[in-house]
């Protein structure tokens, strides 16, 4: 068994929340590893994913050991440590909701070649909303200290590398829709926005059900919020334990009933607001207009 649905969102664009709900459906089954990017690895340069700590789990011992601890992110590049995600899901459906798909120009003719039965549900979001969420994430996590403007000025200037682009790359959306498109016909192909989403969710659930033929009855909306935007509480020991790599030991440590509990703790509600003019720039790079 492998995956044959696949949730290709823009970052930022509720694919945590959906992917929470669509495995919450007993014909969808979730693998343990949210994202697992295999079909873009090529984007992630092994010594930049070490340098930056991307990977939750190591695929190599995750695999080896025979683990099936939920984790949000890992680069895994092996077909065969790829398949083990999915191999004791029996679901009609068995999903993958790996978010940098979505910008990678190779991977909508990879996902065809892997499942040529796969189904695909495109996810995006206003495009400055998304990139303003993202920022303030970065900070949240404390990969970012920079202004708005700074981090935008620094991928302008090709300083970031290209997976570490989270502004404006993943808001441009025109031409990564357009590969969709012509890949994956209308009867395997589903386009859905977070406002949308927001706006009705169930309808937006009964639209995901009729284009898989399953039942709508099987979700859980009951579920808990998930990825909120919330900021944490002590941000200078935030950005160390992010760039140290202590969060990163702990996300694989932790049990998830404790990770919820210090959460809660850890975090609050995000009122950090961004520079008015920081925002325009974005607005006018991104060519939309209030």
């Known amino acids: 068994m492998t995956s044959n649905l696949f949730l290709i969102a823009a970052p930022r664009s509720g694919s945590t929340q959906l992917s929470a709900w669509l495995g919450s459906h007993p014909d969808i089954g979730m693998p343990p590893i949210k994202e697992p990017n295999f079909f873009s690895q090529h984007e992630f340069p092994p010594a930049f994913v070490a ?77 400055v909303a998304r990139a303003l969420s993202h920022y303030r994430l970065a900070a949240r996590i404390g990969q970012t200290t920079r202004s708005l403007r700074e981090e935008i000025d620094a991928e302008l200037r090709g300083e970031t590398p290209l997976p570490g682009r989270f502004l404006l790359r993943p808001s441009r959306y025109d031409a990564a829709l357009a590969r969709y498109r012509q890949t994956f016909d209308d009867s395997r192909r589903l386009e859905l926005t977070f406002e949308e989403m927001v706006a009705d969710i169930e309808g937006t659930l009964a639209r995901i059900a009729a284009f898989l033929g399953i039942p709508a009855a099987g979700f859980d909306q009951g579920l808990d919020r998930q990825n909120s935007g919330d900021a944490p509480r002590f941000r200078r020991l935030n950005v160390f334990l992010h760039r140290s790599g202590a969060k990163t030991v702990l996300r694989r440590l932790l049990p998830p009933s404790l990770k919820r509990r210090l959460k809660a703790v850890y975090f609050k509600p995000n009122t950090d607001s961004v520079d008015d003019g920081d925002t325009a720039y974005l607005r006018e790079l991104l060519e939309v207009r209030a």
Do not use: G
Request: hydrophobic fraction near 40%; charged fraction near 30%; aromatic fraction near 10%.
């Open 51 to 127: 340098e930056t700590r991307l990977n939750d789990v190591i695929p190599e011992r995750y695999v080896a050991s025979r683990s099936k601890a939920e984790m949000q992110f890992a680069i895994f590049r092996e077909p065969a440590q790829y398949d083990y995600l999915f191999e004791d899901l029996k679901t009609r459906w068995r999903l993958d909701a790996s978010t940098t798909y979505l910008q990678c120009p190779e991977a909508p003719a990879a996902i065809a070649a892997h499942a040529p039965d796969a189904r695909v549900i495109l996810l995006t979001r206003d495009p």
